[in-house]
Structure formats: C-alpha cells, structure tokens
Nanobody, 126 residues
Framework: EVQLQASGGGLVQAGGSLRLSCAAS????????IEWFRQAPGKKREGVAS????????YYADSVKGRFTIDADTSNKTVYLQMNSLETEDTAVYYC???????????????????WGQGTQVTVSS
C-alpha cells in the first residue's frame, strides 16, 4: 500500500528557508507524480510543485518559481521541497500527494491524487 509521510514544517522568519520531506513507501513502479499542495487558512488548497517519477520533470506554481525547488532522492524514496526566500503568504499546511500511473498531471488537479500524506504546518512570520 502506498503511504506518504510529510515532515519538516516549522516557524521561520520571512526571508528564511525550510526543507520539507515526503517519505514514500509502497511504490512498485516509477509511473507516478508526486506533488506538494498547500492550504492557507480560509483559502482553497493549491498545487505548489510537482515531480514526475518517470522522467524527473518538475513544475511549479508561478507564486513559488525561483524560490522553491522540488527534487527526489530515489535511493531513500523521499521527495523534498526546498523553500527559500519565504514570505508570509507561504504560511499554510503543506501536503504531499501521489498520483499513480500518471506521467504528468496539471498542477493543482487534486482529482488525480489518490494518496495523501498528513499535513505539515509552515508558518512564516514577518
């Protein structure tokens, strides 16, 4: 069974950095997409960044381009989200999710994602 475990959230000042981890287990093939979503209080959940297990291609929301980097360590089956130059607007609960049997999906399309990790809180103070 596919399971995802998100971690790495915390409290950081604006301009600081955090690195989120999504430990994956139960994957039996590389045909998947892992995406980081976030949900701020009172707002709809949105896709932040995704990576394809097939070819490693990455996609980013415009709001985080140039600041966030998603990458994967296949040896320990972990996907990371490096978040730099954090802004107060980045405050949210961050989730990682897996869409199986897809090479790529449109960023933020939750319907594709069957497996979700628990959220990890990121709070950016001014």
């Amino acid at each position: 069974e596919v399971q995802l475990q998100a971690s790495g959230g915390g409290l950081v000042q604006a301009g600081g950095s955090l690195r989120l981890s999504c430990a994956a287990s139960g994957f039996t093939h590389d045909n998947y997409v892992i995406e980081w979503f976030r949900q701020a209080p009172g707002k709809k959940r949105e896709g932040v960044a995704s990576i394809s297990g097939t070819d490693g291609k990455t996609y980013y929301a415009d709001s985080v381009k140039g600041r966030f980097t998603i990458d994967a360590d296949t040896s320990n089956k972990t996907v990371y989200l490096q978040m730099n130059s954090l802004e107060t607007e980045d405050t949210a609960v961050y989730y990682c999710a897996a869409a199986m049997w897809y090479h790529t999906v449109v960023l933020g399309t939750e319907d594709y994602f069957d497996y979700w990790g628990q959220g990890t809180q990121v709070t950016v103070s001014s």
